[in-house]
């Protein structure tokens, strides 16, 4: 027997031992502060390798952020300015940004105050980021004798409190808040009209799957508001980069054309990929249909309504962007080597999805899931020739 088999017959045998019954599915899908985490670690399915399309959002925002800075409020004879980054995840982009926060802000009190205040930041995830990573990388991305900060973990999820009344002078936010605080309960009951059968997410779902998706991110926006709301001093910023979509666009279209919502890792490829696993008696219909990815992409419209229902800042600045998922070089580099896209996509998906499908199917299978999203992948020709859009949206707030 080849070792493809032995794998695929242990996958079984794993999952037919410890198959998840809905409660259980429930379960975890409600505690996704637990277990939701971009993948740790620095190898090839790591976030901290697979964040270009993070990193290309950050670039086209950091002018943004950086202007903000230049006309914010100083906060005078403050001993130290207090800046957090809420959903830090790991690597390189977190640890950027910082460094354009505190720079730029040392340069404001350089040429506007006789005082220098000290800088203190916070880096901020759920429990299951892996801050182990995190910080060696801040270790070697900054000499810490020269490190123009002091630096803090807070573990805990930012649809709730993580600091006291008044405490922070500024919050960022980059690339985290289109992940919900868990999946909505009608989506995960099978006598549903929103039970998303077939689907691992909603772009193109049925209505009522739609609404409860949309439900569920209008009350995680307006509690990740009220807690900065208690958080934030008066006059301070609230800066925030996250997946969205076009106002033209209504919630069952996530993304925005034809191509992206083919080539999107959330979608087409994904579905075939947990089919494939079904089709093969490795998981039944259940397991299938019980899994969905916990994200939503806002419109600006949705998103100036939570603030509105808020009333604790005054929106500066609240534009939508589109970005390619990569260069047109590096899109024909992929047409000569599909096999190379493929992996390429499947340890995107890996780096994303990892935790929360090893909660839903075990140890062993989802590397079966990853090996068939990236086998369908890299055999579809005509998608490596299309090219896909990520739609972001920046929000630039001051704390009234």
């Known amino acids: 027997m080849d070792s493809t088999r032995l794998v695929c017959v ?38 901290a390798k697979n964040s270009e399309a993070s990193a290309s959002a950050l670039a086209l925002c950091k002018p943004m952020l950086a202007g903000a800075i230049s006309s ?27 460094e354009l926060v505190v ?11 006789d005082h220098m205040p000290e800088f203190e930041a916070f880096f901020s995830d759920l429990p299951s980021n892996d801050f182990n990573s995190l910080f060696r990388s801040l270790a070697s991305f900054t000499d810490t004798m020269k490190r123009p900060y002091y630096a803090a973990g807070v573990p805990g999820s930012f649809y709730q409190r993580l600091f006291s009344k008044g405490k922070l002078h500024m919050v960022v936010s980059l690339s985290a808040l289109h992940w919900l605080s868990q999946i909505p309960d009608a989506v995960l009951d099978k006598q549903s009209p ?15 799957v739609v609404e409860a998706y949309a439900k569920q991110s209008e009350e995680d926006l307006t509690a990740f508001l009220q807690c900065r709301k208690e958080e934030i001093v008066e006059g301070g910023m609230l800066f925030i980069l996250m997946a969205g979509r076009p106002d033209s666009q209504q919630p069952e279209n ?12 959330f979608t087409t490829s994904m579905d075939e990929a947990w089919e494939d696993l079904l089709n093969e008696g490795l998981i039944d219909e259940e397991t ?44 024909e580099e992929w047409i000569r080597d599909p096999v190379s896209y493929g ?28 090996k ?9 020709l005509a998608m490596l020739h299309k090219t896909c859009f990520y739609g972001v949206i920046v929000v630039c707030a001051i704390r009234k």
């Not at 068939?372 to 992948?377: A, D, N, T, Y």
């Open 343 to 370: 992996r390429a996509k499947a340890n995107l998906v890996r780096a994303t999805l990892k935790p929360i499908v090893e909660a839903h199917l075990g140890q062993i299978l989802p590397e079966e899931l990853f």
């Open 194 to 208: 929103s039970w998303n059968k077939g689907r691992a997410w909603i772009d193109g779902a049925k209505k009522e």
């Open 103 to 113: 720079r730029s802000l040392r340069q404001r009190y350089e040429e506007d105050s």
């Open 288 to 331: 299938r249909d019980m899994f969905n990815i916990p994200a939503y992409m806002r419109s600006t419209e949705e998103i100036k309504k939570a603030f509105d229902r808020c009333t604790g800042f005054e929106i500066q600045q609240l534009e939508f962007f589109r970005i390619s998922e990569h260069s047109k070089e590096k899109q």
């Open 10 to 47: 242990a996958a079984k045998k794993e999952n037919m031992e410890h198959m998840y019954t809905s409660n259980q599915c429930q379960t975890w899908t409600r505690e996704l502060h637990r277990i939701l985490c971009m993948q740790g670690g620095d190898h090839d399915g790591s976030y």
């Open 254 to 265: 996530q993304l925005s054309d034809p191509d992206t919502r083919a080539k999107h890792p």
């Open 72 to 98: 914010m409020k100083l906060f005078q004879g403050e001993p130290s300015i207090r800046i957090a980054d809420l959903g830090c995840a790991t690597g390189h982009n977190t640890l950027s940004t910082m």
């Open 372 to 380: 068939r999203f990236e086998k369908r992948v890299a055999e579809d």
